[in-house]
C-alpha cells in the first residue's frame, strides 16, 4: 500500500477529529502534513533534482495554490478546507505532468461526489434531530410569498402537463426548489444557530447577525471573524450568535479513500 496513502490517512482521521470536535483544522496541522508529503517526494526519488523536474513541481504546486482560492472565494470551501486541499498537493503529484493534472481531477471528482453525499446524510440527520423545532420555522417558510408565488407556479407547470410533457418537468422543478429553500432556511435557523458567550468566539467564526459591541459593529461574512476581532470581542460580557457549520473535513477522507480504490472500482463498473 502506498506510503503517501496511508500517511494521509492518518493524517485526515486526526483532521476530522478536530474539526468534529472544534470546527476548525489548524494550520500547523495542515503545514505538517504538506512539508512531510513533501520531504517524502524528496526522499523517494519522486522528485529527481534536476531544474525542469523542481520547474514543474512548483509549477503543479502553483496550480494547487490557485484551486485551492478558487474553491475558498467560490465558497465552496471555508478557509480550513482551502488549505486543507493544498495540503494534500504531495499526495496527488506525478512525474508525468498529465497524470499530475489526471489525479487533481480525479481527487475533485471524488471530493465533489464525496461532499455532496456526506453533506445531505449529515443535513437529513440534523432534520429528524431538530424536527420539533425545525417544522414549526419548515411550515413558517412555506409562508412567504416569493415561495408561494413559486409553489402556485410549480402546480400550473404540471396541469399544463397535458400540452407538453416538459411542463410538468418545469412544475416539478419549481416544487423541489421551494422545498429545498425551505429545508436549507428552517435548518440553517434551528440546527445550525449557536448562542455562545463573547469569551467563547474563536478565530473564523461566521456571524449569524451583524454584531454590534463596544461600539463597534462586526458585519456577517464568509471570512469569519479575524484575530483582531475575537481579541476585542472577548472583552465584553454578551452573548453571540455564530453559525455552526457542518464539518466538511470528513469529506476529504471519503474522498481520499475513494481517490485511492477509484482505479479498481472502475475496473468493476467496466468488466
Known amino acids: 500500500m502506498n506510503f503517501l ?14 474539526d468534529i470536535k472544534r470546527r476548525e483544522i ?3 496541522l495542515n503545514l505538517f502534513l504538506f512539508f512531510s ?6 526522499f523517494s526519488k519522486e522528485l529527481v ?3 525542469i523536474s523542481i520547474v514543474m513541481f512548483g509549477f503543479f504546486i502553483f496550480i494547487m495554490c490557485l484551486l485551492s482560492l478558487v474553491f475558498y472565494y467560490s465558497r465552496f470551501f471555508s478557509g480550513g478546507d482551502a488549505k ?3 495540503a494534500i ?4 503529484y506525478d512525474i508525468m505532468f498529465n497524470e499530475a493534472l489526471n ?6 471528482t471524488c471530493l465533489v461526489l464525496c461532499g455532496s453525499v456526506y453533506s445531505l446524510i449529515y443535513a437529513i440527520f440534523l432534520f429528524f434531530r431538530d424536527f420539533e423545532k425545525i417544522k414549526r420555522i419548515f411550515v413558517a417558510e412555506f409562508r412567504k410569498t416569493y415561495l408561494r408565488v413559486l409553489s402556485m407556479l410549480g402546480i400550473i407547470f404540471i396541469f399544463m402537463m397535458f400540452v407538453d410533457r416538459i411542463f410538468a418537468f418545469v412544475g416539478l422543478f419549481f416544487l423541489l426548489f421551494v422545498f429545498l429553500m425551505a429545508f436549507a432556511k428552517s435548518l440553517e435557523n434551528v440546527s445550525m444557530k449557536k448562542v455562545i458567550s463573547a469569551k467563547q468566539v474563536r478565530e473564523g467564526d461566521w456571524l449569524f447577525y451583524d454584531l454590534k459591541i463596544g461600539g463597534r459593529k462586526f458585519e456577517k461574512d464568509w471570512d469569519g471573524l479575524g484575530e483582531e476581532d475575537v481579541i476585542f470581542i472577548r472583552k465584553f460580557n454578551k452573548k453571540v450568535v455564530v453559525k ?10 471519503f474522498a481520499l479513500i475513494l481517490y485511492y480504490f477509484s482505479d479498481y472500482l472502475l475496473g468493476i463498473v467496466f468488466s
Do not use: K, M, R
Open 5 to 18: 496513502f496511508v500517511f494521509y490517512f492518518i493524517g485526515l482521521l486526526i483532521v476530522v477529529f478536530q
Open 26 to 28: 489548524d494550520d500547523w
Open 37 to 42: 508529503g513533501i520531504g517524502f517526494l524528496f
Open 49 to 51: 533534482f534536476s531544474h
Open 84 to 86: 486543507l486541499f493544498f
Open 89 to 92: 498537493a504531495p499526495l496527488l
Open 103 to 108: 489525479n487533481i481531477f480525479v481527487f475533485v
Open 244 to 253: 455552526d457549520g457542518i464539518p466538511y473535513a470528513p469529506s476529504f477522507l
